[in-house]
């Protein structure tokens, strides 16, 4: 488990990063998906696209996981920082992956999104994808490139995960990319 502390600490000592509070309009914006806004305070302030709350988030993680599209390509447009993990290390990727929004998977994906990007307990995208059974999305991270021979913390691989569900779709797909 992270402290607060930790987290804190990564937020203040990440190079990448623009800190703003938890009351900055720009995360607002995004979870409620006001383009609109969202692109004034751009005008505004470029750097606030790559903002970070204090619990780690990123205005793109906040409207991927809110299944915000419109918002979403205007970030990427404009340069926000594709692998930037929240303070537990979930990237927008894994975000989406879990959510299961496809639209959004697939804008992160032709970004240039890390599929292998790994978050503080080892997980990775594919992790996810094959724990909630989003079969669409676990074929376009194996088709990028997704290792699914990743271990999280507790040794559990993607394929570990689909049979803990009892996936059979999923443990199909997982084998045919073996």
């Not at 900055?24 to 409620?32: E, G, L, T, V």
């Not at 809110?66 to 993990?85: I, T």
């Amino acid at each position: 488990m992270i402290s607060n502390f930790t987290c804190l600490a990564r937020l203040i000592f990440a190079p990448d990063k623009h800190i703003a509070m938890n009351g900055s309009p720009i995360f607002d914006a995004c979870r409620r998906g006001d383009l609109e806004e969202v692109q004034a305070l751009y005008k505004e302030d470029p750097q606030v696209i790559n903002a970070v709350d204090m619990k780690g988030f990123t205005p793109l993680i906040l409207a991927v996981y809110n299944d915000q599209p419109a918002v979403v390509e205007f970030l990427l447009d404009k340069g926000a920082l594709l692998d930037s993990g929240d303070g537990a290390g979930n990237t927008a990727l894994m975000g989406v992956c879990f959510k299961g929004y496809q639209n959004i998977a697939v804008k992160l994906i032709e970004a240039g999104a890390d599929v292998n990007a790994r978050n503080a307990n080892g997980a990775t995208a594919l992790t996810f994808a094959s724990t909630f059974g989003h079969l669409g999305i676990a074929e376009m991270l194996l088709q990028k490139g997704a290792d699914q021979s990743l271990a999280d913390s507790r040794g559990k691989t993607p394929l570990d995960h689909a049979r803990i569900q009892e996936n059979e779709p999923m443990m199909a797909l997982l084998k045919r990319y073996a």
